[in-house]
């Protein structure tokens, strides 16, 4: 049997990140399941750029703040309390807006941890992808 338990604020933040990423699955024995603990200040952005998985599903659940996130089909606002999915193929971008009034602070899983299967999105090319 396997357990953890994890202070998110014993994690170290990742470097090179637009915002604050906290990798918790680093302090883990967890092998299919990514969960990372973002914290975005007014006008940063949570991914290194718009994208999409091949194989990954990716759930957004937001703990304070609003979380817009940008798609082919429009920009979602996420409340605080609030679910974003997305299912493989389905190109996205998670930020806070600049014109934001607080940091939005968004728990982020995804399965399976198929790190090599991101592909950048340019919504201003012809098709997307």
């Known amino acids: 049997?396997?357990?953890?338990?994890?202070?998110?604020?014993?994690?170290?933040?990742?470097?090179?990140?637009?915002?604050?990423?906290?990798?918790?699955t680093s302090a883990t024995d967890l092998s299919s399941l990514a969960v990372?603990?973002?914290?975005?200040?007014?006008?940063?952005?949570?991914?290194l750029k718009y994208h999409y998985h091949d194989e990954q599903e990716e759930a957004f659940?937001?703990?304070?703040?609003?979380?817009?996130?940008?798609?082919?089909?429009?920009t979602h606002t996420v409340a605080s309390g609030s679910l974003f999915t997305?299912?493989?193929?389905?190109p996205h971008r998670?930020?806070?807006?600049?014109?934001?009034?607080?940091a939005v602070e968004v728990l982020?899983?995804?399965?399976?941890?198929?790190?090599d299967a991101v592909h950048p999105y340019d919504p201003g090319a012809d098709g997307g992808a």
């Open 94 to 102: 998670a930020y806070n807006p600049e014109a934001a009034d607080e």
């Open 36 to 47: 990372n603990r973002y914290r975005a200040e007014p006008g940063e952005q949570i991914p």
């Open 61 to 74: 659940y937001v703990l304070g703040g609003a979380l817009a996130v940008e798609t082919p089909e429009g």
């Open 108 to 115: 982020a899983i995804g399965a399976p941890t198929v790190e």
């Open 1 to 24: 049997m396997g357990y953890d338990v994890v202070d998110s604020r014993a994690v170290s933040p990742a470097e090179g990140r637009p915002c604050e990423l906290r990798r918790l």
């Open 86 to 90: 997305a299912t493989p193929g389905s």
